[in-house]
């Protein structure tokens, strides 16, 4: 991996599972690192999800190592939400990590 690869400033996120004042479920997102990454599209397709279809694409993003990524964190890049579907050491030597995720196209409310 060259440094000069990784162009997007990308924010990491986790999530908060709280109940509200109701009884509901709730999930708040908060960033806990600002990163440098790479991103390269792999392919689009369409899903349903509840009763509502939705555009979904997959990206690849390379970053440099970290422990603290996780499957349920999400990235987000100039407005675009990534949800992070797969974790992978990418030269064994723990210096770079390759991430499968999903970018949903139609709104940020998909992601919640």
Do not use: C
Request: aromatic letters at 8%; glycine letters at 6%; hydrophobic letters at 40%.
């Amino acid at each position: 991996m060259k440094i000069g690869d990784l162009k997007r400033r990308m924010e990491l996120q986790a999530p908060t599972d709280f109940t509200d004042d109701l009884g509901q479920p709730v999930r708040s997102w908060s960033t806990y690192a600002t990163i440098w990454a790479q991103i390269s599209p792999i392919s689009v397709a369409e899903g349903l999800f509840g009763s509502q279809l939705k555009g979904l694409e997959t990206h690849s993003i390379l970053i440099r190592w970290r422990d603290d990524v996780r499957i349920n964190h999400r990235m987000i890049y100039e407005g675009r939400y990534f949800l992070i579907s797969s974790l992978r050491n990418l030269d064994e030597n723990r210096q770079a990590m390759a991430i499968a995720a999903t970018e949903w196209l139609d709104s940020p409310s998909g992601v919640q």
